[in-house]
């Protein structure tokens, strides 16, 4: 009989992990949420419940068996090793990588980001809990070396360096992303309020939040600009602020055209990624104009948010781009199905 947990004993675990993060104590919660702040400053109490919701909603049994009903799960019979390098720029990013590899029966063998080390031990504390026999498939390390695949996530320049160690072996090498809105013009206050969500949340570190809108007329960023005034909660944060205050002097030194709110530094750029306390515009024309725009970056996109547009395809809600699903995948490359072909080995 096999020491590993079966297929359905993971799953059951990791529905009861879900509903074990709905009913934390609050005692336990301010000490884990000051632990992970005392690590990282910019993972502040609200940003590390915002990101445990999203796992409660990965874990919800809906979401986890219709996930699931799209595949034909094969239970390795020798599981692999899987060296799983997590990124530390949102709070337990890394937990979708460590979700799929345990669902499909391989081993999770973890390097944490020293920026993140915290918040996903205790996790995976939460979850050898509730099922011992994970114990046996989850190994954090320091070093991961010839592993029987990767998976990576970092910036471009990491990506490089992951190609080079990792290429010759099975992966998935993650490089930086980052997402878009649209905005037509004939956005509610509330689409607008609700896309301050989508710029704001976790500071904008990750490749969910919305670095750059799209606009058909600079009045929607005055628009925006005013609704998103309710949102100054964020000029409190001393390493937002330094951000804000370093950016702005460098377009009042150079003379460089800005908008201003305060808080947000908006500036046209054919640039994707902009500075933390930055929001980057582009000008559309027409839809043609803007499908052409989309396409020329869909590699480094990995949400575009807004309305219905024409025939564009794919689009999120305001305020949801950071409530992915477990079918969500970062770069848009099934995990799950990359770990499930290991097992046919």
């Not at 336990?28 to 940003?47: C, D, G, H, M, T």
């Not at 509730?130 to 954090?140: C, G, M, Q, R, Y």
């Not at 992303?177 to 500071?203: C, H, K, M, P, W």
Request: proline share 4%; hydrophobic share 40%; charged share 20%.
């Amino acid at each position: 009989m096999s020491p590993y947990p079966s297929f359905q004993s993971r799953i059951q675990a990791f529905i009861q992990l879900g509903l074990q993060l709905a009913s934390i104590d609050e005692e336990e919660k301010y000490s884990l949420f000051r632990r992970v702040e005392n690590q990282n400053a910019w993972f502040i109490p609200s940003s590390v419940s915002n990101a445990l919701e999203g796992i409660q909603l990965f874990l919800e049994e809906k979401n986890l068996t219709d996930w699931l009903s799209k595949y034909q799960i094969i239970e390795p019979s020798n599981p692999k090793n899987i060296g799983i390098l997590m990124a530390g720029n949102i709070p337990a990013v890394g937990f979708h990588d460590l979700l799929c590899v345990l669902i499909s029966g391989h081993i999770a063998s973890v390097k944490l980001s020293s920026s993140d080390s915290v918040l996903v031990t205790w996790l995976i504390g939460q979850l050898i809990a509730i099922e011992p026999s994970f114990a046996l498939l989850i190994k954090i390390e320091d070093m991961l070396k010839s592993k029987d695949a990767y998976i990576a996530t970092g910036s471009d320049n990491s990506a490089r360096y992951f190609h080079y160690y990792f290429g010759k072996y099975p992966h998935i090498i993650r490089s930086n992303r980052t997402s878009v809105a649209i905005l037509t013009g004939e956005e509610t206050d509330q689409d607008l309020e609700n896309l301050g969500r989508d710029i704001f949340q976790y500071f904008g570190l990750g490749c969910r939040n919305v670095s750059k809108v799209f606009v058909k007329s600079e009045d929607s960023l005055v628009s925006l600009l005013g609704v998103l005034d309710k949102k100054d909660w964020i000029y409190s944060h001393h390493k937002y602020l330094n951000n804000y205050d370093y950016n702005k002097s460098i377009y009042l030194v150079n003379g460089e055209p800005h908008l201003d709110n305060g808080f947000l530094l908006l500036k046209e750029s054919q640039e994707l990624v902009s500075p933390i306390a930055v929001l980057y515009y582009e000008k559309y024309q027409d839809e043609k104009d803007l499908d052409q725009r989309l396409e020329l970056i869909k590699d480094k996109v990995q949400c575009i948010v807004g309305n219905q547009v024409g025939s564009i395809a794919g689009l999120i809600p305001f305020g949801q781009a950071q409530l992915p699903c477990p079918w969500d995948y970062a770069d848009h490359v099934d995990t799950l199905q990359f770990l499930n072909s290991l097992s046919e080995n």
